[in-house]
């Protein structure tokens, strides 16, 4: 009965309006598997939208020119259409202020993406600055890729030409993110059980290896200060650490099934999690407390359930750019939307064979990938937020949960603050 309950709320929530699609081709010799899209991905900027098309192929869109497509020729798109209409760029004399389209061949199977820009004046950790092979510059967009044979692969958003090859994993790359700070600092999480850290200002240096993940590595984030690095895995377990020193905070743990997935709020004061076992949990990671937690099946799973046939498996979660809301893809064939401040979805919209799903950069937009290499867009929630919370974050960015504790205003306040209410 609760599930039916559940099913219902579903029903009665405000149904996601359809923006777009991007559908692979396909052809006769097709095999499924290997044609999943593991993975998409917006530029900083929100110039470029890319996805691992399947097999080994990513697409690089000018996002805009996209939306713009949208709009003429209605929802549906297949992928290869867009090639006939969107302009190309094969040659470093192109003008990088004319986003073009790129269809990336990396080699291997795709599994993660990640976009990285660069700040000049943030320096490189390496010793050795005498002499380097790329010196990025401030127009610099780049795109990595994480291949099935342990490879990353760095390319030049703006030429699509291969830079950097990456080779210190010895299994798949699972997930990659970049240093929110335009240090070019690139961290991956692989099956191989650990986590690498890249200085591509030392053309691709590596850096560090994390260890302490007693299995399979499947997603990494930063906080948006890029102070504290989050990975999540097969550990039962999501690890926090100072990213500076590269020193544990905590280890937040004691529950049933795996992680999936990780982010941080645009504030770095939460951080969401996907969870197997039916469940998006949304924590404070300054105190390790568990804030939020978004269900996929009322009443929980028992242990026993969760480890076995589920198809309600959390498979990927996004916070949007305005803090509110967050998005959730499961198994069950359902993309919801929630608020942090309510317990139920306010928007739903159904999709097949989801794997994952991000915000596009101004929030506008939620992206989804498929088990079939395509791509579906809805819009995201529309709500101004009030001054209240515009005010809370702008202190979360600048002020962890112990001193929010110790400022001298009236505990209603504080709580507020700690998003405890």
């Keep these: 009965r609760s599930a039916q309950v559940l099913n219902l709320l579903c029903v009665l929530s405000a149904r996601s309006r359809t923006v777009g699609e991007l559908l692979a081709p396909t052809s006769p010799f097709d095999k499924k598997c290997g044609r999943e899209n593991w993975t998409v991905a917006f530029a900083p900027d929100g110039s470029y939208f890319a996805w691992s098309q399947g097999h080994r192929v990513v697409k690089l869109v000018p996002w805009s020119q996209c939306l713009r497509n949208f709009l003429v020729h209605g929802t549906k798109n297949v992928a290869n259409s867009i090639s006939a209409r969107l302009p190309r760029q094969n040659s470093d004399s192109a003008q990088k202020n004319k986003p073009c389209e790129h ?85 991956s999480a692989s099956r191989d059980k650990t986590l690498r850290v890249w200085d591509l200002k030392d053309d691709g240096n590596m850096m560090k290896v994390l260890r302490g993940h007693l299995f399979l590595v499947y997603g ?3 906080s948006p200060d890029s102070s504290i690095l989050c990975s999540v895995g097969a550990s039962k ?9 590269y020193s544990m905070i905590r280890k937040l743990e004691g529950h049933h099934n795996v992680f999936l997935a990780c982010e941080f709020s645009p504030d770095g004061a939460l951080l969401a999690t996907a969870f ?32 076995g046939a589920n198809d309600r498996w959390v498979r990927s979660v996004s916070f949007s750019h305005d803090g509110l809301h967050i998005a959730s893809l499961a198994d069950d064939k359902m993309v919801r939307f929630w608020r942090i401040d309510e317990e139920y979805p306010v928007q739903v919209a159904p999709l097949n064979n989801g794997l994952c799903c991000t915000f596009s950069t101004d929030g506008s937009v939620l992206a989804a990938g498929t088990q079939d290499g395509s791509v579906y867009f809805w819009a995201t929630p529309r709500q101004v937020s009030s001054l209240q919370h515009l005010c809370r974050m702008a202190i979360r960015r600048v002020m962890p949960t112990p001193q929010v504790k110790n400022l001298p205003v009236p505990s209603k306040v504080v709580e507020f603050l700690c998003y405890q209410i």
Excluded at 107 to 132: M, T, Y
Excluded at 237 to 245: E, N, S
Excluded at 279 to 298: A, C, K, N, Q, S
Aim: charged share 20%.
């Design 276 to 307: 197997f076992y039916t469940r998006v949990y949304v924590w404070d990671p300054h105190t390790g407390v568990i804030l939020m937690e978004f269900g996929h099946l009322f009443p929980p799973p028992t242990p026993i359930f969760a480890g």
């Design 220 to 222: 990494c984030a930063f």
């Design 103 to 187: 269809i990336i061949d990396c080699g291997d199977i795709v599994w993660s993406l990640a976009f990285g820009s660069s700040v000049p004046e943030k320096q490189s950790r390496c010793v050795n600055i005498e002499w380097h092979r790329f010196k990025f510059g401030q127009d610099q967009l780049l795109l990595a890729t994480g291949l099935n044979n342990g490879r990353i692969k760095i390319w030049d958003v703006y030429t699509g030409k291969l830079l950097l090859n990456l080779m210190d994993h010895t299994e798949v790359v699972r997930d990659l993110t970049f240093a929110p700070d335009g240090s070019l600092i690139l961290v």
């Design 237 to 245: 377990a999501v690890f926090l650490c100072f990213f500076d020193k």
